[in-house]
Every structure is written in C-alpha cells, then in structure tokens.
C-alpha cells in the first residue's frame, strides 16, 4: 500500500512579495516572544512572589509608623497652645502648613521614586521625621516649630512614606494587585487608629517635649530597618521591545483623553469626594458636643469610622481585582452618598454609632480606587508622580471640605446644610465615574 504521505498533495505557498510585508505597528510572534520572556522574567524577579507579600509587609508598617506625622499635631494641640500661650487659631497654623507641605511632598517624593526607584525617599522620610520630631521638641517658639512640622514632619516625613508606597505595591503584584494597593493604603488608618492614644500617654506622662523626642528616636530605629527592604528596584518596567508592548498596554487618549486632561479629571475627582468624606470625619467631634453627647463619644465614633474604612479598604481590594478602578470607583462613591444622607435623619446617640460605623465601610474604598486607575492607564515609569498628584488632591478636598463645612455651620447652625453640599460634591465623583465607567476600554494586559 501506497504510503499515505505519498498521495497528498505538496502545498504550495506564492512567493511573498511587497504586500505581504508586515505592517509598521504589526505585534510579530518575535515581539510576543521578547515580552513573554520580559514578563517572565519580572514574575521571577519578584512579582506575586513571597518577597514582594514581605515587601508589602513592611510597606504597610513604614507608613502606620512615618504616619504619625498626621495625627501627632492633633493630640498635641492643646498642650503646645498653653505652653506657647497663643490662640486657638494660631496653634492650629502648624498643622494647615504640615497639610500643605504633605501635599506638596506627595508629588515630590513620587517623582523621586519613579527617577531613583522608593528607597530614596523612604530614607528621606525615616530621616526627616525623627530630625523633625527632635527639632520639635527643642523649638523656643510658634513659627520655628510650625516650620519644622511643614518642611521635615509634613513635606519630607510623612508625604514620603505614603503615595510612594502606595505606588510602589502596585509594582510587584499583578493579579492581586487591588488587595495590595489597599493594604498599601491601610497605613494611615493603622497610623491614625494606634498612635493618638499612645501619643497622648506620652504627653501625660513626660511632656509634649520629651513625646516628640522620643517619637523621633522611635522612627529612626524602627523604620531604617524597614526601608532596607525596599532597596531592591521595581521588577516591572515600560516593556519596550521595540515599543510593542507598551502601545498594546496603554492607550495614547485613555477615554478619549489626553493623558494630563485624564491626570487632571482625576484630580478633581479625588478633591470632590474628599470635600464630601471630610464633614463626618473632621467634624463628628463637634457634632457630638453640640449635641449634647461629648467630645469622648465623637472620639469613639471617629475612632469606629476609621476602623471599619480598614475593613472597607481591604474589601475594596478583592473588589478592584475584579472589576478594576473605575467601576470600584462608582460603587464607592455611590455608597459614600448613600451614607453621608443617613447623617440627615439620625442624631440619637446610639443611631450615630450605627451611621458612622456605615460611613467608613461605605467610604473606604475611594482613596485606593484612584492609584489602580493610574495604574490601569499610565505606564509603570509614571506611577509614583500621577499617583502623589491625585493622592495630594484628596487631602485638599480633606482641607476644603473640613473649613467649608465648618463655615457652612457658623451661617446655619446645623450640619444638615454642610451634609447636603457634601453629597453635591460627591454627585459630581459620581458622575465622573459612570462618564468613565462608560467610555472604559480593556484592562491592559502588561503591567
């Protein structure tokens, strides 16, 4: 019998000729090839690996520790007024500059981390904060020792140890990268749930002096530690094999936008929903007080929102490795509304244990929605800068949001009306969301 490779016909191909030359964009199997061994190269270098989940660890302790920045004006305040023997008004000048340099040096030392990689300005905060805390405790007076807090404690402390970090982690975690963003940005509820109360015993116990000495010998021995785990470089980079992967990552208009247009959309965004999240979170306080309940039970309430915005944050994260940024984004701020209205009805003691407990659920998910978005339409090069931008937009509208509230009372005196112009605000994150959420395209598939 005739063998069967016999009888079949030779194929016959055409010579190739002009037209079938690839076009100039065309994806090659070579190109494919180059970024799989690109990609994994990245996974063994530590990407979704046992080190980047230490990494992440020490990440997470980094900024509850560094911070401290935030909160440490707010327990000392009466204390350095009675010392000082000035205002109200001009003993809370040192923590508006502390904000304003935090912001600043959120973009600052984002681009620091994207240029020189996040150990430089990790060892720029470690250095800073416990240079500022002991520059702190020596000040003879007001103005040198609100210099302190904004330039070493706000501008190159704390800024330098939080979106950086928040960048970073998403760096080396792919398919759950959401769930590391959230724990990443964990670090300031942790720092704001563990330090006042330590804080202040130290104040009780040894002074404001001697707290804010011993504090900055604490950063310094405990954080230098930490960063050094840090010092190895992101494993994942712009993947340029002839620049085929990025342009199948990253659109050049995401959303029909220019990038910075898109940069600026999330900006306003993260002002507008912080604008709404801070008339409960800076003034449950004083709602309490004039309510007739105490500044002790609106410290617990505050202290109730702020632990289960941790529970929110977390959730959040297994949330956006599945539905990515944008429609976390939507649902968060949906929630966020639902919440903040329930401020309305309910002002017995009891129901607004309950609300604030629902508010910081609802709400904590808002703040790690933008840096996966950022992460989903910028290359990784970028991070850093885009995510300290938007991440510093968020506490201006912490800033606007906790004075115009304030203001907003004085004219009323009632919370309700600064309830309703939170919820317009956050109407408008709302709908920058569902704009986006209904324009989207694919999640990029090289990170």
Known sequence: MMPVRSILPRPRFPAPGPRARLAPNAVTAKDRKVTQHMRVAAAADGVESAYAWRRLAAAVAISTIGGI????????LPTVQ????????????????TMLG?????????????????????????????????????????????????????????????????????????RRRGIAVALASCGSYFAGALWPPVLQAMIDAWGWRQAHLA??????????????????????RDMRPGGVATSIAYPARPFGLSPNALQGLLMFAGFSCCVAMAMPQVHIVAHCVDLGYGAARGAEMLSVMLATGVISRLASGFIMDRVGGVATLLLFASLQAVALALFIPFDGLASLYVVSAVFGL???????????????????????????????????????GGWVSGAIF???????MAVVHGILWNLLTMAIALWMLQRRQPRPALA
Not at 69 to 76: D, N, P
């Open 82 to 97: 009675q010392e000082f023997a000035i205002a109200r008004g001009d003993a809370s000048l040192p923590y508006t500059l």
């Open 362 to 400: 609802f709400q904590g998910g808002l703040v790690p929605s933008y840096a996966i978005i950022v992460r989903e339409c910028f290359p990784p090069r970028q991070a850093g800068t885009r995510v300290g931008l938007v991440l510093s937009s968020t506490l201006a509208g912490m800033a606007f």
């Open 410 to 416: 004085d004219a009323t005196a009632s919370y309700q």
């Open 102 to 174: 935090f912001m600043a040096g959120g973009v600052i030392m984002g681009r620091l981390a994207d240029r020189h990689g996040v150990i430089v300005p990790a060892l720029i905060g470690t250095v800073s904060l416990a240079i500022g805390y002991v520059g702190a405790a020596f000040a003879t007076g007001l103005w040198r020792f609100a210099l302190v807090y904004a330039v070493l404690i706000g501008m190159l402390g704390s800024s330098a140890v939080f979106a950086p970090l928040v960048a970073d982690s998403s760096h080396w975690f792919d």
């Open 215 to 236: 504090v900055g010998i604490f950063c310094l021995v405990t954080m230098l530690p930490l960063t050094l785990v840090l010092r190895r470089r992101s494993p994942i």
């Open 69 to 76: 920045g935030l909160w440490s004006l707010v327990v000392a």
